[in-house]
Each structure stands twice: as structure tokens, then as C-alpha cells.
């Protein structure tokens, strides 16, 4: 299902075994599950401890399940909705104005490599209404949705439409020397 990641450094697997699936069995993720991902979250770092950050989730076919269901884009919603659960990353721009979504964005990190531990999949999408967020979570203005996570169990890439199909692959990345400077960085980056 995954195309083997290598690297040159002998970092920890996780960070090579970690990837966005689209294909997810269909089976509600459990609240001591969801408990455990956000548990995970908070202990990252963030400017001044500040913690600039909220999750609101659903939980498969429960009460808030339909409402959140209408919060990814057409695109996305085409497979999210085989997701265990779908989690709204909320920042908080009056807890932190310069750093908020960089926190965010940390604490989306350690919940996706949570997820991997725990046998779980994340797929973080940016394509969302923030209206229809703003709505649905009734959003005061100082909370800025950032991402919404679809996690889950994932399933065989044939469970996906046809043409979503050949995207479940392990995504490359730039060399590393492309992204490392010793020192000034050079004009090409
Ligand atoms: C902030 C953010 C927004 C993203 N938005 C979407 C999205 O709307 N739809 C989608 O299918 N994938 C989305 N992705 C997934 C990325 O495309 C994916 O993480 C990237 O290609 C690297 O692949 P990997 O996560 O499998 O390593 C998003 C990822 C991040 C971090």
C-alpha cells in the first residue's frame, strides 16, 4: 500500500512511515482514542507556553457528526467522510497574535505522529469553509480555524474512486540539501 520512504540520516521510522491516506475504514474512533490524540497535541511547545490552540471534534455517526460533515470542501469530502473522526485545529489569535498558527501547526504534528503510534491515520485538509466552521462551532472572532483532520483506520487504496486511487502513495520530499544552509542561505532558495 505505501511506497518505502528512505532517508539518509537514521532518523526515527515514524517520521518516514507517517503519511496522508484518503482510504479509511469506516468505524467510529473511540473518546479515549480522541482523548489520547489531543492529549498528545498539548504537549507541544509554543511561544510563552501560551498553548494557542482548541480541538473541536465529531466522532463518527454522533451527534455533531452530519454538521462537521459539511465543513471540508467538495474535494475533500469525497473521502473524509470514511474518517473515524473529523477534527476541527482551532488557533487562538488573542492568546498569541505573532505565533498562533505556528503553534497550531506544531501541535497538528505531534497528533498525527500520536495517531501513527496508536495504528492510526491523519489526513489534514486546508480545503474547508471557514464560514461553514465558524458556524457549525459557533466561533467567537479570536479563534481562527486552521485545519480540519480526518483520522481513522486506514483501508486498501481500492476502497477510493477511481482517480484518488493512484494519489495513496508516500509522498517524496526535497533533498535534504535543498533544505539546509550552513550558515547564509543561498539566493536560489
Ligand atoms: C495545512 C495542510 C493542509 C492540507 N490540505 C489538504 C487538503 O485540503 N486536501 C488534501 O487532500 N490534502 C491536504 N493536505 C495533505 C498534504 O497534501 C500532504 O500532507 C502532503 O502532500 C505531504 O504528504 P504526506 O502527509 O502523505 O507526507 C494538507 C496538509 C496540510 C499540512
Known sequence: MTLSRQTTTPIQ???LERMSPRAFVPEALTTAQLEQ???AARWAPSASNKQPWHFAYALR????WEAFSNIPNEFNRRWCLNAGALI???SDKQASAA???FDAGCAW???ALEAHAMGLATHAMGGFSADEAG???????HLV???VIAVGRRADASTLPEDLREREIASPRKPLEQVLSAGAVAAQV
Open 13 to 15: 521510522p515514524q517520521f
Open 37 to 39: 490524540l489531543v492529549d
Open 61 to 64: 455517526g454522533d451527534a455533531h
Open 88 to 90: 476541527v485545529l482551532l
Open 99 to 101: 505565533k498562533h498558527s
Open 109 to 111: 504534528g505531534y497528533l
Open 135 to 141: 458556524a457549525v462551532l459557533g466561533l467567537p472572532e
Open 145 to 147: 480555524p486552521e485545519v
